[in-house]
């Protein structure tokens, strides 16, 4: 682990409660790696599962911490980004409250200030959905 | 559920497939005071819940979101610039699902265009 759950918001623009990963577990310039508590009072917990938004959330921010990781190791400040497009999602299964996601993001293209990543999600071995995602971040 | 402490809707209109909505947003709800902190804008992944939640409304059934092609978030939502916007929603029930058609819009701009695929749950 790089990041700890404690220091997670260094690496972020988000704050509580829109947090949707706990830690960084192991990143590089292309590929980032976390997990994630699924807690009841998560904001975007419903029936006792995280929803469908926070699916793509999560694997948006586990980018999000990658690029952060790299800036805060060149001591440049945390730029915002905004996701600018979600393509091929796909969701095969929701994970229920208790249950800790894993979530491989690897950063595909660069395009002007766009990035474009591919990202997976999985819970105990399982893969629950996946996407691709368009992110513009705001120097 | 984002329904109704982040946003509430009216006027549900139904003409064929094609529905439309007006969408309030509520400016004080947490949610933007993390996303971003003094910068508050409405996540692209709520917009994505809140056509999953009038669908659910409109049809009366619980549903998954198993499929989206695209999803495009054109414009940022201020919800307090943006507190009123419209959603125009197409729902086609077919043997693999709901497929669902959207937007969020105003009378100037569109903000998000969505498409995709739901199971009943």
Redesign the interface.
């Known amino acids: 682990m790089i990041i700890s759950q404690d220091n997670i918001i260094s690496v972020i623009p988000q704050r509580h409660p829109f947090v949707m990963i706990d830690q960084l577990v192991t990143c590089d310039e292309v590929y980032s790696n976390t997990t994630f508590l699924i807690k009841a009072d998560n904001v975007l917990v419903e029936d006792g599962e995280l929803s469908e938004a926070g699916i793509p959330e999560n694997i948006a921010q586990t980018a999000a911490a990658g690029f952060g990781y790299i800036t805060q190791q060149n001591k440049k400040p945390i730029a915002a980004g905004y996701i600018a497009a979600i393509k091929n999602l796909e969701i095969f299964a929701l994970p229920k409250v208790g249950e800790i996601i894993e979530t491989n993001v690897a950063i595909t293209d660069h395009v002007f200030e766009v990035t474009i990543i591919s990202g997976r999600v999985k819970c105990n071995g399982k893969l629950l959905a996946f996407c691709e995602m368009k992110i513009y971040i705001k120097e | ?2 329904h109704p402490d982040l946003f509430t809707f009216t006027d549900l209109q139904a003409e064929g497939d094609k529905l439309k909505t007006t969408i309030k947003l509520n400016a004080g709800h ?2 933007f ?5 003094g ?1 508050p ?1 409405l ?4 917009m ?2 809140m056509v ?1 939640e009038v669908t659910e409304v409109y049809m009366d059934k ?1 549903i ?10 054109l414009s ?1 939502i201020d919800p307090i610039e943006h507190a009123s916007i419209q959603m125009e929603l197409s729902i086609k029930t077919t043997d693999d699902g709901i497929k669902v058609d959207a937007r969020l819009l105003n009378d100037a701009m569109l903000f998000f265009k969505f498409s ?1 695929m739901f199971i009943r749950r």
Not at chain 2, 43 to 46: A, D, F, L, R
Not at chain 2, 64 to 73: D, H, N, P, W
């Open positions: 559920m984002l947490s949610i005071n993390g996303h971003f902190p910068q804008v996540p692209g992944v709520c994505m819940q999953k619980k998954r979101l198993q499929k989206a092609r695209e999803l495009k978030f940022f995709g």
